[in-house]
């Protein structure tokens, strides 16, 4: 029917704009013009030209996080591939839907190390969630559309296509999304009804429960959070988010204690400890939440409902496991809840509030202000009161400004809060703001940056310059690796080996030479005038807040120790394990 | 917890589209993670449906032999993932091709054993035999080291293929 002869640069056009895409984020190169010329002829598709492919996978990642949306890239053979590695890597870590189309020299000459040549779907094999090699065209269609079906179900991931040049240009038949149905992929979205039943059991009769809710929930899709803010009340039980989670429960509910894990609350963190039932949605145990796993909340029965199968019982060993999406696991255990009525231990409940409300005396965001030296803290406190009564977006590089981000801006929604949680990689704030931008035009979008890692792919300034993007960059400049910083001082006897920022760029003037507006406040009472300024101004700004030099982030959960084992600041003693120490177990943690 | 835990052997079925680099996929996610593979075998079994088997030898504690299931099963080209070890009754067979070379009495010492493990002579030179054996690794191994001695210079195995007992198909 709609076999009329194209080229397969044609096909993959339609392909994408029948997958509903509107925005590539990409960079042009030999073995992908065919398909920049197919693009060059038509106006369906939008395409974002980065200044490097890190730039461009990030920027996806940040569009898709914020859409809900599968983020689409395009780059060339050989070094555009492999700059793209980094990225997958971050997505694959994070669970983002990303469909990666890489360039490829012809089929004829893979293998024979040609120009431009890699590997790339051997190089991709581990940091995708899948990846294909198109070598015949008959297959190109196909493909195209499983990609996207690949990257956005299940637990969402990235998928590359790579393209031989020869099929980018020869004849290939065009098959619509609908007539494209996959073998073997069919992932559980559904939750096993009894098991369901039984978790409610499990929550009836609990004494000391926590939500601790995860990533899962917010790549479920916003109707997911809803329905976990609807559990949460219902049962009345507290709820702690990870780092991929913040957003999918609102900070403001008193039910909140805020983010867990190894730069969590005290609150939270003592919660999961103390607990005697933990209710995981969509969290993964990951080793930044669990701390020391033989002491990983000890006397509690957990569940974990995750749509990876692969997820459960891989760190924790979990006493009720459910496979299925969130959204529709939570939407089920409300109604079981609701069926059963149940009479809940009032007694036991108010006395775990009682404890959990002196665990949040203990206030352990508090840090000492500074007279005449901005606190980081502070810093992004400031910027919080300016920016919550507006529509905004919030993403972030790598470090210790990353942790403050999380404990000091408070996020209400999901797909507000943009950053690289499991792989960790700097560089990634920027480029995911302009995603984010993309996808939002008249939205706030703020990167919450270091100066170090602003430096890593600072280049997409120009594309920001480019397209007009008004991102705002928000740098926390310690003039150190913060992060590194900190852990040498805390383990390594302070001996500060290659962590200082020495001859950093004059950001003020940096921003100008891509166009945009450059402040800067090195004073506590120039804060709020910098911070205004930056949101009265209607392009690109870079914000050069010069913090405390030696600032630390905490509360703080030592490698290697365990949740109630907490620094909650620099003269904390209480928590510190009793030699004062981290193990040398500890120290090979990283 | 899990170090403390007792490592198990486990045969495992799986039924994969025949594709390239699907052989890749599932060795790569053994090097990856850090699982032991002990035998792999790999072949087509669906020519029209485009399957293939592998049938893989792994060991571990029984959290990690989870583990290995749940992340084959979620390799997008997989169709079925089945841990004969635990699914009841199985058969495991090996085949190999032994050659010994040699004169005299351990030529014709070599011969008496191959019989009593039914090994066929596939090959024979007047100063060598090539032996095709099947069987169980166990066996296989024993037959191996009779040989040794009588002047075993080849052997060539294909690892484990399993199926389970019973009418019913994996």
């Given amino acids: 029917m709609a ?78 591939a492999t700059n793209a590695v980094t990225g997958l890597t971050d997505a694959l870590m994070d669970s983002i839907p990303i ?46 559309h499983e990609a996207f079906y690949v990257a956005r179900s299940g637990r969402p991931g990235p998928v590359v296509i790579d393209l031989p040049k020869d099929i980018l240009v020869g004849a290939a038949s065009y098959v619509p999304p609908e007539r494209v149905k996959h073998r073997s992929y069919k992932p559980q979205v559904k939750g096993d009804l009894r098991k369901i039943e039984a978790a409610v059991e499990m929550m009836m009769k609990a004494k000391r429960p926590v939500f601790y809710c995860g990533g899962g929930v917010v790549n479920s899709g916003p109707a997911a959070s809803k329905l976990l803010g609807q559990l949460v009340h219902l049962t009345g039980f507290p709820c702690t988010l990870t780092l991929m989670g913040l957003g999918a429960f609102p900070a403001s509910d008193p039910q909140f204690l805020g983010m867990l894990g190894m730069h969590g609350t005290y609150e939270a963190n003592l919660a999961m400890h103390g607990a005697d039932l933990l209710i995981n949605v969509g969290a993964r145990f990951d080793d930044r939440v669990t701390g020391r796993l033989n002491a990983f909340s000890p006397n509690s ?3 974990h409902i995750d749509i990876d199968q692969s997820s459960i019982n891989k760190n924790v060993a979990v006493d009720l496991p459910i496979v299925g999406d969130a959204g529709h696991v939570l939407e089920d255990l409300i109604k079981v809840w609701k069926a059963k009525q149940p009479k809940i231990d009032q007694k036991a409940h108010k006395a775990w509030w009682t404890q959990i409300d002196q665990w949040r005396a203990r206030d352990c965001l508090k840090y000492k202000p500074g007279k005449d030296v901005i606190k980081p803290q502070y810093a992004l406190q400031r910027l919080y009161e300016a920016i919550k009564d507006r529509d905004h977006y919030i993403t972030t590089e790598v470090g210790q ?33 302009m995603g984010v931008q993309i996808a939002h035009p008249k939205a706030l979008v703020i990167d919450v940056a270091g100066e170090a890692s602003i430096l890593m792919n600072i280049q997409e300034m120009s594309t920001i310059a480019q397209y007009r993007l008004p991102v705002k960059v928000f740098i926390l400049n310690n003039e150190y690796m913060g992060m590194v910083r900190q852990w040498q001082e805390l383990l390594h006897g302070g001996r500060y080996s290659e962590s200082y920022m020495e001859s950093l760029p004059d950001f003020v003037k940096l921003a100008e030479a891509f166009g945009a507006v450059g402040l800067r406040a090195s004073k506590p009472d120039e804060l709020d005038g910098v911070i205004k300024e ?28 365990a949740h109630n084992d907490m620094l909650l600041g620099p003269g904390d003693e209480s928590g510190k394990p009793a030699d004062k120490s981290v193990s040398e177990e500890g120290m090979v943690l990283v | 917890m ?21 052989l890749a996929r599932v060795v790569g ?46 390799l997008v080209p997989v169709h079925k993932v089945s841990d004969l070890t635990v699914e009841g009754p ?38 060598s035999f090539v032996f095709e054996v099947t069987g169980s690794t166990e066996k296989l191994d024993a037959f191996i080291n009779l040989m040794r001695p009588l002047g075993l210079v080849d052997v060539s195995r294909t690892g484990v293929v399993a199926i389970a007992r019973g009418p019913k198909p994996l």
């Fill in chain 2, 90 to 127: 199985h058969i495991e067979r090996e085949l190999i091709l032994v050659k010994v070379a040699g004169t005299g009495e351990k030529r014709v010492e070599s011969l008496r054993i191959a019989d009593v493990f039914r090994a066929r002579v596939v090959d024979s030179t007047i100063e």
């Fill in chain 1, 401 to 433: 400004h990353q942790m403050w981000a999380a404990q000091y801006l408070k996020f209400e929604e999901p797909n507000r809060w943009m950053t690289s949680g499991g792989l960790g990689t700097m560089g990634y704030g920027l480029p995911a703001a």
């Fill in chain 2, 29 to 74: 996610l053994f090097s990856g993670r850090g699982y032991n593979i002990e035998s792999l075998t790999v072949a087509e079994v669906d020519a029209a449906e485009r399957l293939s088997r592998i049938t893989v030898v792994t060991s571990g504690t029984p959290m990690v032999i989870e583990q290995i299931k749940a992340q084959l099963s979620r």
């Fill in chain 1, 301 to 303: 029965k957990k569940i």
């Fill in chain 1, 3 to 80: 076999d009329q002869p194209m080229t397969g640069s044609e096909v993959i056009l339609k392909a994408l704009v029948d997958q509903g895409v509107e925005v590539i984020f990409g960079y042009p190169g030999g073995a992908v013009l065919p398909l920049y010329d197919a693009m060059f002829k038509q106006n369906s598709l939008r395409h974002i030209l980065v200044r490097q492919e890190g730039g461009a996978v990030h920027a996806a990642e940040g569009y898709a996080r914020s859409t809900g949306k599968v983020g689409v890239v395009l780059v060339t053979s050989g070094p555009g």
């Fill in chain 1, 99 to 144: 469909v990666c189309l890489t360039g490829q020299v012809p089929t004829h000459l893979i293998g024979n190390d040609a120009f431009q040549e890699a590997d790339t779907t051997g190089i991709t094999r581990p940091c995708t969630k899948h990846n294909y090699l198109v070598k015949d065209p008959k297959d190109l269609a196909r493909v195209m």
């Fill in chain 2, 2 to 22: 899990a170090q403390t835990q007792t490592v198990e052997r486990h045969t495992i079925a799986v039924l994969v589209d025949n594709e390239p680099g699907i």
């Fill in chain 1, 534 to 561: 930056m949101l009265a101004t209607d392009k690109a700004v870079i914000a050069d807040i010069l913090v405390d030099k030696t600032e630390n982030c905490f509360p703080m959960i030592p490698s290697g120790a």
